[in-house]
């Protein structure tokens, strides 16, 4: 009897320690994502980069993008789906990472765009576009120029306000972001903080629904 009784307690001490234990490792974790948030928010967030959507929605999707890349091409009407699912919930953030060949002179030209108020006009004229100036994934720039001219943009002043260094300093600044972040590749996604597990349309859309409704309940 007295045996059955230590073993027992001795049973009801591991199961105690186990619990103790999983619960100090889950609370580590939670910890240590809340401190990787804390840390991806501050280098996501820019007061220069572009944004689509009301400045009080709590749901903040920031992309880092390549307007030469084809695969942000499509993300971006998705994209768009997902904001309108949430209306006044959600709202984008953009950063570039030029990695193609060229692509820096296509960020200039929409950075250039945007100080004529036509920015968004002219991201989704280049992204129609794309397969006319983009070969073998190498930026053509002189091509650009022919999916421009339905935008209504001056294009004489793109072409001077392009080269100012403002716009440089401020790829250069997206590109730190991207490094300190571990961003190789686009599109890249983060949704209040939080990068995706694994790369798909899916997995995107999940992320958006599960911050939608943990902050607007």
């Not at 009784?5 to 994502?33: C, D, H, N, P």
């Not at 948030?37 to 992309?63: C, D, F, I, W, Y």
């Not at 919930?89 to 100080?115: C, I, M, N, S, W």
């Amino acid at each position: 009897m007295k045996q059955k009784t230590l073993f027992i307690l001795s049973a009801v001490a591991l199961l105690l320690a186990f619990a103790v234990g999983t619960l100090f490792y889950t609370s580590q974790k939670q910890e240590e994502t809340t401190q990787a948030v804390a840390v991806n928010q501050a280098k996501l967030v820019r007061m220069h980069s572009p944004t689509l959507g009301p400045a009080e929605a709590k749901v903040l999707v920031v992309e880092f993008f390549d307007p030469a890349c084809e695969t942000c091409r499509h993300f971006y009407p998705f994209v768009k789906e997902l904001m309108a699912a949430h209306p006044g919930r959600v709202r984008l953030a953009l950063r570039y990472t030029p990695f193609h060949e060229g692509a820096d002179q296509v960020v200039k030209v929409l950075e250039a765009a945007r100080r004529q108020g036509k920015y968004w006009e002219t991201l989704e004229a280049l992204y129609a576009a794309q397969d006319t100036w983009v070969s073998h994934h190498r930026v053509q720039p002189d091509r650009i120029w022919d999916a421009l001219t339905g935008v209504g943009l001056d294009l004489d002043r793109v072409r001077q306000d392009m080269h100012a260094p403002e716009i440089a300093a401020l790829i250069a600044q997206d590109l730190a972001d991207a490094e300190a972040l571990k961003v190789t590749k686009t599109p890249e996604f983060f949704v209040n903080g939080r990068p995706m597990p694994s790369f798909g349309y899916e997995q995107l859309q999940t992320l958006v629904e599960e911050a939608v409704a943990g902050s607007y309940r």
